[in-house]
C-alpha cells in the first residue's frame, strides 16, 4: 500500500479523534480533510457524521473538485474549500473547520481575533481574519474572499467564516487541529477580556 495514503490516513484519524477530545467541536458539524501527497486528492470527514465517528471504515477520498473517488458517504459539503485551497497552497497538508462558539461570537461583532496573549502571538504570528460569507458552504464564487486574505499574509494559520467558524490549515491534519484549538482559546480570552475592560470602564 502507498505509504503516502498510510501515513495521511493515520494523520487524518488522528486529528479527528484528538478534535472530537477537545471538545471544540459538537454534534456532527465541521469537518476536516487532508492531502494525499503525490496525487490531486484528499481524504475528507464524510457529510453527516461527527468527527468521533471518523473510522477507516467510512473514510471518503474525493478530487479537488469535490468529487467521491473511493468510499460509499457522501463528502463534507466543505469539499469545494478544501480542495481549492489545496489546488492553490500546496504547503497545506491538512485543513480542520469548527463551528466553536467563541470564535464565531468574535466574528459576529468584530473583523479580526487580535493575538492577545504571547502564546498566540508566538504561534500564529498575524491577528486572524473574518471573512463575511455568505452561504453554509463556501461556494467558488466566495473563494476569492479566502484567497486575499491568505495571499496578504503569506503562512496565516486560520480565519474565521463570519457566524460559521474556524478555517484552520497546516502541514499536517493534527497541526491544524491544535491551531484551530488555539484559535478558539484566544477569541474566548478576548471576548473575555473586552467584556472585562467595558465593566471597568463602567465603573470608573
Request: charged share 20%; hydrophobic share 40%.
Amino acid at each position: 500500500m502507498n505509504p503516502d495514503f498510510i501515513q495521511a490516513k493515520s494523520d487524518f484519524l488522528q486529528a479527528a479523534k484528538r478534535t472530537y477530545e477537545s471538545g471544540i467541536q459538537t454534534g456532527t458539524g465541521g469537518n476536516l480533510s487532508v492531502r494525499i501527497p503525490g496525487e490531486d486528492l484528499m481524504i475528507v470527514k464524510p457529510s453527516g457524521y461527527t468527527y468521533g465517528q471518523c473510522s477507516e471504515e467510512n473514510l471518503c477520498i474525493a478530487d479537488f473538485d469535490g468529487k467521491l473517488v473511493f468510499g460509499k458517504l457522501k463528502p463534507t459539503q466543505e469539499s469545494t474549500l478544501h480542495g481549492n485551497l489545496y489546488r492553490r497552497y500546496p504547503e497545506i497538508g491538512g485543513i480542520v473547520h469548527t463551528h466553536s462558539p467563541y470564535a464565531i461570537l468574535n466574528s459576529l461583532n468584530f473583523g479580526q481575533v487580535d493575538l492577545i496573549t504571547m502564546h498566540a502571538a508566538l504561534k500564529l504570528k498575524v491577528p486572524v481574519p473574518v471573512i463575511d460569507v455568505v452561504t453554509q458552504a463556501v461556494t467558488a464564487e466566495e473563494l476569492p474572499k479566502i484567497f486575499s486574505a491568505i495571499d496578504a499574509n503569506p503562512g496565516l494559520l486560520a480565519l474565521i467564516l463570519k457566524g460559521h467558524g474556524i478555517v484552520s490549515m497546516n502541514k499536517t491534519a493534527v497541526k491544524a487541529g491544535q491551531v484551530a484549538e488555539l484559535v478558539e482559546e484566544t477569541s474566548l480570552i478576548c471576548w473575555e477580556n473586552r467584556i472585562m475592560s467595558l465593566l471597568t470602564r463602567k465603573n470608573s
